[in-house]
């Protein structure tokens, strides 16, 4: 193999390497120091009916300097699990409430 090809598919590696997924999300509860709850809102195709389902996913997320409060809108992005219920990180605000 050519040094070339070698660096190539070194390249080719990285950036198929995971990509860290954030989400969007509301803050509903901020009623913990440096901690926030969150809800994610998704649309699910009943399989039968063919109605849109809307299904909620409540996660909790590290807020280090407490600046989110209720109805903020935010990004988060998943980290190492800092307790056995928070294992997101607050990335920025998107809107404030």
């Not at 935010?74 to 980290?79: A, D, G, L, T, Y």
């Amino acid at each position: 193999m050519s040094q070339a090809s070698v660096e190539k598919k070194a390249v080719e590696k990285k950036a198929v390497e995971k990509t860290i997924k954030e989400v969007r999300c509301v803050v509903t509860s901020d009623k913990m120091l440096k901690s926030r709850v969150a809800v994610v809102e998704r649309l699910v195709k009943h399989p039968i009916a063919g109605k849109y389902l809307r299904r909620r996913t409540k996660l909790m997320f590290h807020d280090d300097t407490n600046q989110t409060h209720i109805g903020d809108e935010v990004i988060v992005r998943p980290s190492r699990p800092m307790s056995a219920m928070k294992k997101f990180t607050l990335v920025r605000i998107v809107r404030k409430a």
